[in-house]
């Protein structure tokens, strides 16, 4: 894998190999000294060009917790703010000469074309309305350790699926992990012949007791401007996840961030069956497995790296 | 109306023979090996294979080449003036000749908009100096394109104005195209149309289908033109106007020209050819440069409709809405990208591999709906029958050629075939009775 840029990208084994690598980081998050060397002397951008809390700083922390070295770009406040293009900025970056560069971009392909311009390993931390591969791969993470498999599941994303990166990656990935994926919100937030993805559509949540895994996503308040929906009240009497629809063998899952009282009730992210919280601790381990996956399995590996040994994880994709 | 409706550089008037050219001219009823005989800008014969006497004649080996009336484009985008960066008319021109046309209309969405007497004559006046084949221009149907007064019809058609539309944009008021429609009875000149309706096209960057729902781009929907077209049929039906729909794209659109034709609306239309050879598949490379345009490319049906329309002559004619940006506004992410792409230098070629090679047209057809671009605009059309000016396009079918492996006659590079290996090429145009091209690689005989 020379860059993370889609989860359509993926095949299952690939994805199930990130997972396991993730897996032997969260073995690393258990011991006192939580930092491994494997990234030592090499530099890792990251590039938003959009406000993120957890997309950031988990990639941050990742990259620290290898040791790399960091170079964190906000598009506010920089040379971008001054009409520098996105070809210009890559440039500049690419001066460092860094071994990856982690994207965030309000528009759809920019990963893409980035990985067109730069040297380095590109990981697509959102691109638009597009795609959002590490948030997939850490809620198929988040679910697997719950589940041990996502085979069969019934999984329903409920909400504003038209503007969701996160739906379509997630929609992807669930699929090739062997889910049954169900999309539900109103029609409108819903884009014409996504059925041809393979889920089902619903608009409404009637049936939503079939689920096994209930995948929330954020109502931004402005799509009431757009009609998309003609109120908040509204929305939220017809698709909000509360305590009531909720069932209590099924598990809650949210990308964050919550706007509480619209698509989720308080008690319904508070409840057991809410994977929230999990889903952001997963999200350190499974963004240091996408680094290293990218950086140091063996055919990427420079030689000085390769002389780590002990804290470095059996290269994965190889038999242990 | 006093003024030629075309505008060309002044020059040397060919006189030529393509010696053992296959010429083919449907509309004339020509179709045999021949001895294209040129003389003083003319054809005048089409002499036995062999058989024509070449003295004082420029002799050209065309066996085995094809002579067809050379192709008419009504929708190109010249950027004169205020875009010099993008094209010019010399350069513009240029591509023409290449792509083998003869002549081209300019759209008048520049910077200014075309809306003044002054701006056409100004136009037509460089026309004369700068530029290889006939330039048809047309003035803006609302001041500035601000789509809320009409600019002054008749004087802008007494300075030269072919005809008149606000093409980038849509006239969104009924009630001034209504007004325009009404003044043309005074003045004439067809009116063409951009049809989209800019509320359901919202922040559209493709087609609204199953790849805009994988990709996450919003969509522009097909009945964004439809509606509109729908609309502007009534009006010109109403008014007993004479109307243009540029761009078709869509199988509704299709339906609704169709429909208009068939009860005696006064209305033709166009298709370009990335529309006729391409669909929103190719967007999921989600490279602007060669693949984002306006309308966009939409789905196989609407791909087929269009070729049924070209095929029962609901479509008149092919016009390749020539839209050249410059490498900057295309080297952006996809949703961020100027829309249009370049078409004048391919379109026989990839018109020729893309449908004539695996038989969805036939060549006497392209070659028809390639050279009709004019008579929506009451042109001439171009012709090979004796006795017309020289306007030829002499193809080689056979041969191969990567798309700007040897640069562009334009000034911008965002052909939608970039990098494609096309089959046939022009290697040689005449225009105005002049010869406007000529492949570097391709030389003439000695002359007798």
């Given at each position: 894998m020379r860059h993370l840029l889609s989860i359509e990208q993926l095949s299952k084994a690939e994805i199930e190999a990130i997972l396991d690598r993730a897996e032997s980081f969260a073995e690393v998050g258990r011991?006192?000294?939580?930092?491994?060397?494997?990234?030592?002397?090499r530099t890792v951008v990251t590039l938003f060009y959009e406000s993120s809390t957890r997309t950031s700083s988990s990639f941050e922390l990742a990259a620290k917790r290898l040791s790399a070295d960091l170079v964190s770009v906000k598009a506010?406040?920089?040379?971008v703010d001054k009409g520098e293009s996105l070809k210009d900025t890559v440039a500049t970056l690419s001066a460092y000469e860094p071994a990856a560069i982690v994207i965030r971009h309000p528009h759809a392909g920019a990963a893409q074309l980035v990985a067109r311009w730069a040297d380095a390993a590109v990981v697509n931390a959102g691109d638009g309305k597009h795609e959002h591969p590490s948030q997939a791969l850490l809620d198929v993470y988040t679910l697997r350790r719950r589940l041990g498999s996502l085979e069969g599941r019934r999984i329903w994303i409920v909400?504003?699926?038209?503007?969701s990166r996160v739906a379509r990656s997630n929609l992807i990935a669930f699929r090739a992990m062997g889910a049954e994926v169900t999309v539900c919100g109103p029609p409108a937030l819903i884009p014409r012949?996504?059925?041809?993805?393979?889920c089902a559509v619903e608009h409404s949540l009637d049936r939503l007791g079939e689920a096994d895994v209930v995948y929330a996503l954020r109502l931004q308040r402005e799509r009431m401007r757009e009609s998309f929906v003609p109120s908040l009240r509204e929305y939220a009497a017809r698709f909000q996840i509360d305590s009531r629809r909720l069932g209590p063998r099924q598990l809650l899952m949210h990308p964050g961030p919550v706007n509480r009282g619209v698509e989720l009730s308080g008690e319904a992210i508070d409840s057991p069956q809410s994977l929230i919280a999990e889903q952001v601790a997963s999200g350190l381990v499974v963004r240091m497995a996408i680094l290293y996956e990218l950086l140091a399995s063996p055919e990427e590996a420079p030689a000085a790296a390769a002389?780590?040994?002990?804290?470095r994880p059996t290269p994965v994709g190889q038999p242990a | 109306m006093s003024a030629q409706p075309l505008t060309m550089r002044a020059g040397e008037s060919a006189d030529l023979v393509l010696r053992r050219a296959t010429a083919l001219d449907p509309v004339a009823g020509i179709d045999a090996v021949h001895d294209v005989v040129v003389r003083d800008g003319a054809i005048a014969e089409l002499a036995a294979p062999g058989e024509a006497v070449a003295e004082g004649l420029e002799e050209v080996d065309a066996a085995g080449l094809h002579a067809f009336p050379a192709f008419f484009d009504p929708h190109v985008h010249l950027r004169v003036p205020g875009q010099e960066h993008k094209e010019d008319i010399e350069t513009g021109t240029r591509a023409a000749a290449a792509g083998g046309y003869c002549g081209v209309i300019a759209m008048a969405?520049?910077?200014?908009?075309?809306?003044t007497p002054a701006a056409v004559e100004a136009l037509r006046e460089e026309a004369r100096v700068a530029a290889s084949v006939g330039v048809g221009f047309l003035a803006t149907v609302s001041r500035a394109m601000a789509g809320e007064e009409l600019t002054e019809m008749a004087a802008l058609r007494e300075a030269g104005a072919l005809g008149f539309s606000d093409d980038g944009l849509p006239v969104r008021s009924a009630r001034l195209l209504r007004r325009a429609l009404q003044y043309q009875r005074l003045c004439g000149g067809t009116i063409a149309l951009h049809e989209e309706d800019p509320d359901l096209s919202g922040e559209g960057a493709m087609h609204e289908g199953a790849v805009s729902a994988a990709l996450g781009l919003e969509g522009i929907p097909s009945i964004s033109e439809s509606t509109a077209i729908a609309r502007d049929t009534a009006l010109a039906a109403y008014e007993g106007g004479r109307i243009h729909v540029q761009h078709l794209s869509a199988v509704e659109s299709v339906e609704v020209v169709r429909a208009a034709k068939a009860a005696g609306v006064q209305i033709t239309c166009e298709a370009s050819p990335h529309h006729l050879c391409l669909t929103d598949e190719a967007v999921r490379s989600l490279d602007p440069n060669r693949f984002k345009m306006n309308p966009p490319l939409r789905a196989e049906p609407d791909r087929q409709a269009l070729l049924e329309g070209l095929r029962d002559g609901t479509i008149d004619c092919v016009a390749t809405d020539h839209a050249p940006h410059p490498a900057e506004e295309k080297e952006v992410p996809f949703e961020q990208a100027a829309m249009g792409v370049t078409g004048l230098e391919t379109a026989f070629a990839a018109l020729h591999t893309h449908l004539v090679l695996p038989g969805a047209i036939e060549l006497p057809l392209l070659v028809e709906r390639l050279a009709g671009g004019g008579a929506p605009f009451g042109l001439e059309r171009p012709s090979l029958a004796p006795g017309s000016e020289a306007n030829i396009a002499l193809c080689d079918l056979a041969a191969t050629w990567t798309v700007g492996e040897d640069g562009y006659e334009s000034r911008s590079v965002n052909s939608w075939c970039a990098g494609e290996e096309l089959t046939g090429r022009v290697l040689m145009t005449l225009a105005g009775g002049q010869v406007a091209y000529r492949l570097r690689s391709f030389s003439l005989g000695v002359a007798a």
């Open positions: 011991r006192d000294i939580k930092k491994v060397p494997t990234l030592r002397g506010a406040g920089s040379s909400g504003d699926v038209l503007h012949r996504l059925e041809e993805l393979g002389g780590d040994g002990a804290a | 969405n520049t910077e200014p908009p075309v809306s």
